[in-house]
DNA sequence: TTGAGTTTCCAAACCGGTTTGCGTAGCTCC
DNA sequence: GGAGCTACGCAAACCGGTTTGGAAACTCAA
């Protein structure tokens, strides 16, 4: 047998499905006799109301997505945790959609959650340019956006003070006295740039030149930075410290170090970024500085919630979630 | 203004509504002429159609979710990359629905996502007991279970062979002369039950009883584990190897016995289980047993859309991935 | 020239709900 | 007893598409 239909419910009722709709929603009074048949006839139904229907009729689904770049970094399931932490309570739900990487599935997301007419959206966007997004939005659906985007001229923004971060990590292994401080994992794009932006500011602030040969290329993995640091020290370049631009290349700068006979932190210290669980894990276990995961899903979905009830109206904000340094042992 | 409708493009392209439709599915002929003046309308509004009415009448969403009880316990985003590689080529997207530890979530997914009409859907649930999921579902849409829960009375199912990799995992460390073997975490419910139930098999086996004091009742965290491990030496129970229900009770088991003075995997050597990303990170690294996650994924998302097509029909499957022992250094 | 067949398109029904307009009944209050 | 409410319930319109039955125009063979 099919899903039951209000109709079915209404015959079951002896009533219209008006009716039913009325007595189900309360949005106009209906007698407590019509009311208590109704109810009798959904429970012997098991009947649920179909949500397409619902939504095509209402044009509201009580649902947000948030699509993320990489369901496997840990740190976008934490973000998720705080959206939904954040929005459940006003009766609405997540769905998650991760594009894995595949710069086709970002634009395939957008288009089709808008189409399916979700309540408001977040997204985090590695591949898909900042003036495609411009394309796909429409001006209807709340948007917020996570990362170090551009300035906010078609969304809400939240983002991390990844500069000022890696500013104050740095100068707290100048505080130790070290000086020769490498960076790792160097690139002008993406999240890379803020935080090598940082390592800069804290140098040049300390009076100090930026030497090329401790600005160290490589990406965000434990392999990349295996190989980078290790050339480097086999290069013979002098190194007491090294700020790495996520915790994975400072798991891999650490391995690097002990298999050239280096102690951390002895001979050298070394900060990550992120504080994934891995990071407290690891031995020396890892000073590193908080992404602050959970906030930044808490701040995104509340924000949005104050876009879709209107109880935030007006331009479009920024709001930034500072990252703190957690010490532990490799610095 | 507002979203364009298929009428809006009819409009402009000077041909009906249901003209427009054929013209974009192509299920009925349409001349040239037509179909070349309806897709300038569609890109001169940038029309897409509204997902909620197409599906709310063809009845298919193109879309299976996928109710999962912890988005931050690794497992499952390897679990759900593993889904969207299996079903992604079909033309079918998944949506991730985290019920993060609340039982009330898990019931509210599972109807609203059937409510929404997705075409199908894989579950893993904690806290819901099977005789209630068997209520919540209808017959109509296919599903998948993921987890050790009984057998596959209403679903296919897909799960791990703990109990066979956990006995496997034992004899290797039975293999090294080790006979005072622990195992930390027991509990007779969820997915310990099968593990212990490995290690007993793999003692019985052996011809070694089974001592009470080695099975170390514990939970699935660290520090759990680490207060288990502790209590046990502190008490002399002699031991010279454990297995963990999962890698972060081992990682808490390697922490106390490192703080008790002992050396991993010399004076006792530890197991653990999942494989997660620390696992390779930690020192000593951990010896474990894979628990398949992605694989685990691919199969759901393959048995659910052969169900879906129709192209798999009959009894429900149970298919199990078994999980090989990853040998590093700590066992 | 005519009838059958084909091509092309449209009007209308439909999916399953919600919302609106209105009729009727019962009640209060002059 | 009639005006004016309120309470209650139903029919019909609506959300935005897809699908179906059939009309109109055109082709082609007999």
Same mark, same amino acid.
């Given at each position: 047998?099919?899903?039951?239909?209000?109709?079915?419910?209404?015959?079951?009722?002896?009533?219209?499905?008006?009716?039913?709709?009325?007595?189900?929603?309360?949005?106009?009074?209906?007698?407590?006799?019509?009311?208590?048949?109704?109810?009798?006839?959904?429970?012997?139904?098991?009947?649920?109301?179909?949500?397409?229907?619902?939504?095509?009729?209402?044009?509201?689904?009580?649902?947000?997505?948030?699509?993320?770049?990489?369901?496997?970094?840990?740190?976008?399931?934490?973000?998720?945790?705080?959206?939904?932490?954040?929005?459940?309570?006003?009766?609405?739900?997540?769905?998650?959609?991760?594009?894995?990487?595949?710069?086709?599935?970002?634009?395939?997301?957008?288009?089709?959650?808008?189409?399916?007419?979700?309540?408001?959206?977040?997204?985090?966007?590695?591949?898909?340019?900042?003036?495609?997004?411009?394309?796909?939005?429409?001006?209807?659906?709340?948007?917020?956006?996570?990362?170090?985007?551009?300035?906010?001229?078609?969304?809400?923004?939240?983002?991390?003070?990844?500069?000022?971060?890696?500013?104050?990590?740095?100068?707290?292994?100048?505080?130790?006295?070290?000086?020769?401080? @490498?960076?790792? !994992? %160097?690139?002008?794009?993406?999240?890379? *740039? +803020? $935080?090598?932006?940082?390592?800069?500011? &804290?140098?040049? =602030?300390?009076?100090?030149?930026?030497?090329?040969?401790?600005?160290?290329?490589?990406?965000?993995?434990?392999?990349?930075?295996?190989?980078?640091?290790?050339?480097?020290?086999?290069?013979?370049?002098?190194?007491?410290?090294?700020?790495?631009?996520?915790?994975? @290349?400072?798991? !891999? %700068?650490?391995?690097?170090?002990?298999? *050239? +006979? $280096?102690?951390?932190?002895?001979?050298? &210290?070394?900060? =990550?970024?992120?504080?994934?669980?891995?990071?407290?894990?690891?031995?020396?276990?890892?000073?590193?500085?908080?992404?602050?995961?959970?906030?930044?899903?808490?701040?995104?979905?509340?924000?949005?919630?104050?876009?879709?009830?209107?109880?935030?109206?007006?331009?479009?904000?920024?709001?930034?979630?500072?990252?703190?340094?957690?010490?532990?042992?490799?610095?």
């Amino acid at each position: 047998m099919p899903r039951p239909r209000i109709a079915d419910v209404a015959e079951i009722a002896g009533v219209s499905p008006t009716t039913v709709s009325h007595a189900l929603s309360g949005r106009r009074p209906v007698s407590p006799e019509a009311k208590a048949k109704v109810h009798a006839a959904v429970k012997e139904l098991n009947y649920r109301a179909n949500q397409l229907a619902v939504s095509l009729r209402t044009n509201r689904t009580q649902t947000i997505a948030f699509v993320m770049p990489d369901i496997t970094n840990p740190f976008y399931p934490m973000v998720a945790r705080g959206v939904q932490d954040a929005i459940s309570d006003a009766g609405y739900q997540v769905v998650i959609c991760s594009t894995d990487g595949n710069a086709a599935r970002e634009a395939a997301f957008i288009t089709d959650m808008l189409s399916r007419a979700v309540d408001g959206l977040i997204i985090d966007l590695f591949r898909t340019p900042f003036e495609a997004v411009e394309r796909l939005v429409d001006r209807h659906t709340p948007l917020v956006m996570l990362g170090p985007m551009k300035a906010p001229t078609i969304s809400d923004r939240v983002r991390g003070d990844d500069r000022v971060s890696v500013a104050e990590a740095t100068r707290h292994l100048l505080r130790q006295g070290r000086t020769r401080i @490498a960076f790792v !994992g %160097a690139t002008r794009i993406g999240p890379a *740039a +803020g $935080r090598l932006g940082g390592y800069e500011d &804290a140098l040049l =602030g300390a009076g100090l030149a930026i030497d090329p040969k401790l600005v160290i290329r490589s990406d965000y993995s434990r392999r990349g930075a295996h190989t980078a640091v290790t050339a480097a020290l086999v290069e013979g370049v002098p190194i007491d410290a090294i700020v790495c631009v996520n915790d994975l @290349a400072a798991i !891999g %700068a650490i391995d690097a170090l002990r298999d *050239a +006979g $280096r102690v951390v932190p002895d001979d050298v &210290a070394v900060i =990550g970024f992120d504080d994934i669980d891995a990071a407290a894990l690891v031995r020396p276990a890892l000073t590193t500085i908080d992404n602050r995961a959970y906030e930044k899903g808490t701040v995104c979905g509340r924000l949005l919630l104050q876009r879709i009830t209107g109880e935030l109206d007006g331009p479009f904000r920024e709001i930034v979630v500072p990252g703190p340094l957690i010490i532990r042992e490799s610095a």
